[in-house]
């Protein structure tokens, strides 16, 4: 299941809020057009080739209010892995070792388009066949 810590000892996660819904297992990118009430800015999922991933939602989260008078409650925040290994949706075939970068829809690519430093986000931890679910280090 994307989002799942294979390995959690290690792991360094962070709580954000979310500005748009995001379900676990994408990667996270900061949205400067919206913070929270400390300033920070609020995660959405990341866009292919995004240069401001914070990491992988270990859960999902949509971004309505909180709403404590009801029985189930929105989440309007995730935890945020930032660096360790975790199982993500690959959009396309990838080696093991292979660097990895942001794609569409919070997946991960081994093959961007004109790839940059700041573009890096892990490499895969295994051998990926096909687009799907793999495991990553994200580092980032």
Same mark, same amino acid.
């Given at each position: 299941m994307p989002g799942q810590l294979y390995k959690l000892s290690g792991a360094v996660t962070d709580t954000r809020y979310v500005s748009a819904p995001v379900i676990q297992g994408q990667l996270v990118m900061a949205d400067s057009a919206a913070t929270d009430a400390s300033g920070r800015a609020k995660v959405k999922p990341a866009t292919a080739g995004a240069t401001t991933v914070v990491g992988v939602a270990r859960l999902s989260a949509t971004n309505a209010a909180q709403d404590d008078t009801v029985a189930v409650k929105a989440r309007n925040a995730t =935890? !945020?892995?930032? /660096?360790?290994? *975790?199982? *993500? +949706?690959? @959009? $396309? @075939? @990838?080696?093991e070792g292979a660097v990895l970068y942001a794609a569409a829809n919070g997946a991960v690519t &081994? +093959? &961007? +388009?004109? &790839? =940059?430093?700041n573009m890096v986000v892990g490499r895969a931890a295994? /051998? !990926? $066949?096909s687009a799907g679910e793999g495991l990553a280090f994200i580092d980032v």
């Open positions: =935890t !945020v892995i930032r /660096k360790g290994q *975790v199982y *993500v +949706t690959f @959009a $396309a @075939a @990838a080696n &081994p +093959t &961007p +388009t004109s &790839p =940059t430093y295994q /051998k !990926v $066949a």
